[in-house]
């Protein structure tokens, strides 16, 4: 199946579990109780992640634990020749919206690549195998390329679909945590 059809598809079905925030909240706290009781979040003591949107899986209650734990939280800054810089956070940070509408760090606590354990990778669409679609930019594949740490996705049900086959840059997570009888998926 086209890529693009997928993200359109993967974005309209995150926008109706937005509107169905009941159901959204308990998918997500299914989700959430799955990475926390897990060895990748119990060994990881730099996290990074990205500040959701409304739509998406909400990463807020995950940037509270992991602060409250004393754990490292780094949120990406895009920078103009598509790629990824991730910065410390914590409680009193500022944002500013990107241009994609999204809330990047307004600090300049740099965090190289190579000190982040793990990453909470975001996307539109998952599959079985680790593979995701995004927005189409290809920020976090590039960024993933040679990143050493682990990763792993967190994705409704309604995200997972394997009717697609992965690009030669396209980078697996990992690790998929889902509110899927499956619980969870491990590659490699």
Not at 149 to 159: I, M
Not at 165 to 184: A, K, N
Request: hydrophobic residues 35%; aromatic residues 12%.
């Amino acid at each position: 199946m086209d890529k693009e059809l997928l993200r359109q598809r993967g974005l309209e079905r995150l926008k109706y579990l937005a509107n169905h925030l009941d159901k959204k909240q308990e998918k997500e706290k299914q989700i959430t109780a799955l990475l926390f009781h897990s060895q990748l979040w119990k060994e990881a003591k730099t996290i990074a992640m990205v500040r959701s949107q409304s739509f998406e899986f909400n990463t807020q209650p995950i940037m509270d634990k992991a602060l409250q734990q004393g754990k490292r939280v780094t949120i990406p800054k895009t920078l103009s020749n598509r790629q990824l810089e991730f910065f410390e956070v914590d409680e009193y940070t500022t944002y500013q919206f990107s241009n994609f509408g999204i809330e990047e760090p307004h600090n300049d606590s740099l965090i190289n690549k190579e000190n982040i354990d793990l990453m909470l990778v975001p996307g539109l669409i998952f599959s079985k195998k680790g593979y995701r679609i995004g927005f189409g930019k290809g920020y976090y594949d590039r960024f993933l390329a040679d990143f050493e740490g682990k990763t792993c996705g967190l994705a409704f049900a309604e995200q997972l679909n394997n009717d697609w086959q992965p690009e030669s840059f396209d980078q697996p997570v990992s690790r998929i945590y889902t509110d899927t009888l499956e619980r969870s998926f491990v590659y490699g």
